[in-house]
Nanobody, 126 residues
Framework: DLVESGGGLVQPGGSLRLSCVAT????????IAWFRQAPGKEREAVSC????????FYAEVVKGRFTISRDNAKNTVYLHLGSLKPEDTAVYSC?????????????????????WGQGTQVTISS
């Protein structure tokens, strides 16, 4: 399973760090992506990191504000959310794609992911 944590309610301009932990498989075989879905909107890819962390992807709307990283020893991927805006409000979910060890692949379509966490709510409001 993938388990997300770290969501919550923060004011505009604030920050959060989301965590995605794999509980029953080795995360270093998987590219990990974060997706988000706001009410009434389609799910969108926010960020992705390859197994060796050499490749990353950021959606244009979060570039420069969000940072993805991974600690394979802890079987965890992090997403730091900074300079948060009300439009960042959504359920954030991590997903895993078995691209292989030391891969530079970083898929960004949700159709390419079979393993998903339950999601964590991020709400930006004053």
């Amino acid at each position: 399973d993938l388990v997300e944590s770290g969501g919550g309610l923060v004011q505009p301009g604030g920050s959060l760090r989301l965590s995605c932990v794999a509980t029953d498989f080795d995360l270093d075989y998987y590219a990990i992506a974060w997706f988000r879905q706001a009410p009434g909107k389609e799910r969108e890819a926010v960020s992705c990191i390859s197994t060796n962390a050499s490749s990353t992807f950021y959606a244009e709307v979060v570039k420069g504000r969000f940072t993805i990283s991974r600690d394979n020893a802890k079987n965890t991927v992090y997403l730091h959310l900074g300079s948060l805006k009300p439009e960042d409000t959504a359920v954030y979910s991590c997903a895993a794609n078995p691209v292989g060890y030391s891969s530079t692949r970083c898929p960004i379509s949700h159709y390419q992911y079979d393993y998903w966490g339950q999601g964590t709510q991020v709400t930006i409001s004053s």
